[in-house]
């Protein structure tokens, strides 16, 4: 399959802990397609509130998130995010920030701001080839039009167990019960807020990867590009 190149748009969505952010960059890898991580642009943001000190729940923190330099590289092998400039990375990733994403994430006026920046990448992205996207708006609301979306689901179980490794492999403190509460509580905000709630676009495919490897995903994922005829 290797030298196969992407056409266009992928939608990926789904909760944290379903492989998403992995199986989207090895997607883009090995369909020679660009990658959008938009939940470090989220992140970015977030971080940008808790610098200034900002409760991230209240409308005053909406003009910072809005006006923070957000800039993320697309590239799958080593995908960037920059907050005026700064490699925020690594810092995004943190407790911090993971604490307060959904509150920033659930202002409407800092995704309309975030869901124009994504447009403008996709746009640019698709016309020289194809970029997968992942996120938890994108087959509903960033890129409705995407020939393929996919819904990526697992139990909450299997989930937390993830997050759990991930946080344990890059270092930081874990504990599996308080990561399944935190994962079930980002979940209930995510899904029941008022603005676009993290749910399946009508015409998405599900895929649950509860019992699925990276490989197993990839090669489902694979399997749905050739189906649709999206690469050549
Ligand atoms: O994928 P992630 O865990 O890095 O996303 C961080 C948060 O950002 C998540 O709690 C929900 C929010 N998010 C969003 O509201 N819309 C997106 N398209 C991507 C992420």
Same mark, same amino acid.
């Given at each position: 399959m290797g030298g196969q190149r992407l056409r266009g748009v992928i939608a990926l969505?789904?909760?944290?802990?379903?492989?998403?952010?992995?199986?989207?960059?090895?997607l883009a890898e090995?369909?020679?397609a660009a990658y959008l991580d938009t939940g470090a642009?989220?992140?970015?943001?977030?971080?940008?509130?808790l610098r200034a000190e900002l409760d991230p729940s209240s409308p005053a923190a909406v003009p910072t998130a809005v006006a923070a330099g957000i800039a993320v590289g697309t590239d799958p092998v080593r995908p960037t995010v920059r907050l005026a400039g700064e490699d925020v990375a690594e810092e995004i990733r943190g407790p911090e920030v993971t604490g307060a994403v959904s509150a920033v994430s659930a202002?409407?006026?800092?995704?309309?701001?975030l869901v124009g920046l994504q447009r403008d990448i996709i746009h640019e *992205? #698709?016309? $020289?080839?194809?970029?997968?996207?992942?996120?938890? =708006?994108?087959?509903? %609301?960033?890129?409705?039009?995407?020939?393929?979306?996919?819904?990526l689901t697992a139990s909450d179980r299997v989930r937390a167990g993830r997050r759990d490794d991930q946080d344990r492999r890059a270092g930081r403190t874990t504990d599996l019960a308080s990561t399944l509460v935190a994962v079930r509580r980002r979940?209930?905000?995510?899904s029941?807020?008022?603005?676009?709630?993290?749910?399946? *676009? #009508?015409? $998405?495919?599900t895929?649950?990867?509860?019992?699925? =490897?990276?490989?197993? %995903?990839?090669g489902a994922l694979l399997a749905l590009v050739a189906e649709r005829g999206l690469a050549d």
């Open positions: 969505d789904g909760p944290s802990g379903t492989g998403k952010s992995t199986a989207a960059r090895r090995r369909l020679g642009m989220y992140r970015a943001a977030t971080l940008a509130v202002h409407q006026q800092v995704r309309d701001r *992205a #698709a016309a $020289a080839g194809g970029i997968v996207v992942e996120g938890r =708006d994108i087959g509903t %609301v960033v890129a409705p039009d995407a020939p393929l979306k996919v819904y979940d209930e905000l995510d029941g807020r008022a603005v676009s709630p993290l749910r399946p *676009a #009508a015409d $998405a495919v895929l649950d990867t509860s019992e699925l =490897d990276l490989d197993g %995903v990839l």
